[in-house]
């Protein structure tokens, strides 16, 4: 027994000599500070649109803190990993980075020091990034302002902390084919899967994970819930009245509000007003003609005359209210929402916006209704001119579960949402300072 708990004991400490062994990049040198004269102009502002597109910014700036400075948390289910400063600050930035270096990290995950970093940077699709866009990131991150500051340790536990046994991680789940272009596709498309694929990460959001936080195989784009929120699948399943076409992606990614799906809040919000805000409309485009093929929406002939029938139908039946006094979540809808929300023409008002199309109501998940109903969607969020107050202090949990419950019902033909109390519970506590 003795002896075979040696032998165990030997082959335990042999496999991760060898994790820790195969784990190895060498540190790569220090370089000097590189110069702004060192980059054109040119590439600096190819840089930045790239850096706008990877929302970079969004995981590398504190709310006031210095732009690109770190030291947000990304919370991950095994704990807090806080961003890197990645101004060209010396020593606490990445300013002694060499190109190499960088690239490297986005390519694979890498520090400069040599040691794995965590995929909640999404390295796993920069990897994707052509080495000219690296060159260009690279040239634009260089000639930031330099903000020293130094990022909180992260929270994980032993031995989650320990970045050489993410090399394990990287065997499991880190694919590193390249994205060849599909000679099939039109160049349009290729160019939307390249910047959804890498740059953008939009799987990051929209992709579920298992528990060990890779991507859940044979589900790409299906949907999945983070931090509070609901990404919606991107594919067929998406539950939306009407599909997603190339028209409505396009004016969701360009200006965050669609016609017939409402409009974009929460992380997507930012996606769009913040990250996206800066690409072209030509990329703004290509990306809509990427998600428009993956949910088949290209091969449906979708007419207005069809789509006109819809929104006939939903309209008519937006004002339309019985049951009030049966039914507590009907006569609270007029109460409280009615006077902002119903339509009773055959064409949609959209400054008074259709809840029979909003995307919030469909979902399988109902946190983006409750975090809406909760704490409304401000300036910066949906459409710039209009404003929806949150109901937080005003509504029970009891209220939001039986108006969710009529509107549900009412709106969609999905199945109820089940345990909306406990899902209530849980935000509200969320939110609590
Ligand atoms: C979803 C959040 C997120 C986004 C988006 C993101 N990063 Fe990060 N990034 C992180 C986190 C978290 C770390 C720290 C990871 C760690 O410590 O293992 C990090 C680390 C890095 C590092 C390593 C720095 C160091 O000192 O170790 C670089 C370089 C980097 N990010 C560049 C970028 C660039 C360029 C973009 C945009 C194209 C970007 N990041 C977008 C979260 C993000
Ligand atoms: C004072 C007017 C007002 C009231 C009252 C109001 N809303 Fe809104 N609501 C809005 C506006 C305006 C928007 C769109 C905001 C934007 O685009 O930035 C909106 C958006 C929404 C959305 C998101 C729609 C989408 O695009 O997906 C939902 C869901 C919603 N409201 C539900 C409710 C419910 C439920 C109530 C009642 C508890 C309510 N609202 C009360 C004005 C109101
Ligand atoms: C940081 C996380 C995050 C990233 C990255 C992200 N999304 Fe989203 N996305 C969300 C969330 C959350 C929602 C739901 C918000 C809402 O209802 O307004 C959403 C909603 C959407 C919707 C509307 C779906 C529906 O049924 O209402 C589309 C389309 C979309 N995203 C496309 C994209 C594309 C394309 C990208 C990459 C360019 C992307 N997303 C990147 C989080 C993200």
């Not at 990287?170 to 740059?199: C, H, I, M, Q």
């Not at 669609?258 to 929460?266: F, P, S």
């Not at 029938?309 to 339309?320: E, R």
């Not at 007029?334 to 995307?359: D, K, Q």
Request: charged residues 15%; contains cysteine; neutral net charge.
């Amino acid at each position: 027994m003795k002896k075979f708990l040696t032998g165990l004991a030997g082959l335990v400490l042999l496999l991760l000599i060898a994790v820790v062994g195969l784990s190895w990049h060498p540190a790569l040198a220090d370089v000097e500070q590189a110069q702004q004269s060192s980059f054109s102009v040119e590439q600096i502002n190819k840089g930045a649109i790239l850096a706008g597109i990877g929302n970079c910014a969004a995981c590398h700036t504190v709310k006031g803190g210095g732009e690109f400075a770190g030291g947000l948390a990304v919370v991950t289910p095994f704990g807090r990993i806080y961003s890197s400063n990645i101004t060209p600050d010396p020593a606490t930035g990445i300013g002694r980075w060499s190109q190499e270096a960088f690239k490297r990290a986005l390519h694979e995950g890498v520090r400069q020091d040599g040691a794995n970093l965590f995929p909640a940077f999404p390295y796993t699709y920069f990897a994707h990034i052509k080495d000219d866009d690296v060159a260009v990131l690279y040239a634009y991150f260089m000639t930031r302002p330099l903000i020293k500051s130094v990022s909180p340790k992260n929270t994980l536990p032993f031995p989650l902390n320990v970045r050489a046994l993410q090399t394990v991680w990287k065997w499991l789940y880190f694919d590193k084919t390249p994205l060849l272009p599909d000679v099939t596709k039109s160049e349009e498309w290729n160019r939307g899967r390249y910047l959804a694929e890498g740059v953008a990460h939009c799987a990051a959001c929209h992709t579920p994970r298992n528990s060990l936080g890779g991507e859940r195989k044979n589900a790409s784009y299906a949907g999945a819930a983070i931090d509070g929120w609901y990404s919606p699948a991107l594919t067929s399943a998406n539950p939306a009245l009407v599909m997603w076409s190339e028209t409505e992606i396009y004016a969701y990614l360009r200006y965050g509000k669609t016609q017939l799906h409402g409009v974009a809040i929460g992380p997507m919000a930012e996606v769009v007003h913040t990250g996206l805000a800066k690409a072209t409309d030509a990329d703004v485009h290509a990306l809509a003609t990427y998600f428009s093929d993956l949910n088949g929406a290209t091969k449906i002939v979708q007419n207005a005359l069809a789509i006109n029938t819809i929104v006939a139908k939903v309209t008519a039946q937006s004002s339309q209210v019985s049951n009030l006094y049966s039914d507590h979540g009907a006569a609270l809808y007029v109460a409280a929402c009615a006077s902002c929300h119903s339509n009773s023409a055959a064409s949609m008002n959209l400054s008074r916006p259709e809840l029979g199309f909003s995307s919030t109501l469909f979902a399988p998940n109902p946190d983006n209704f409750l975090q809406v109903i909760l704490y409304g969607i401000g300036r910066k969020e949906g459409s710039s001119a209009m404003m929806m107050p949150g109901f937080d202090a005003a509504l029970t949990n009891t209220d939001i579960v039986q108006m969710a419950a009529y509107l549900r019902r009412s709106r969609t033909t999905q199945p109820p949402w089940l345990n909306l109390e406990n899902d209530i519970v849980a935000m509200r506590r969320a939110h609590q300072p």
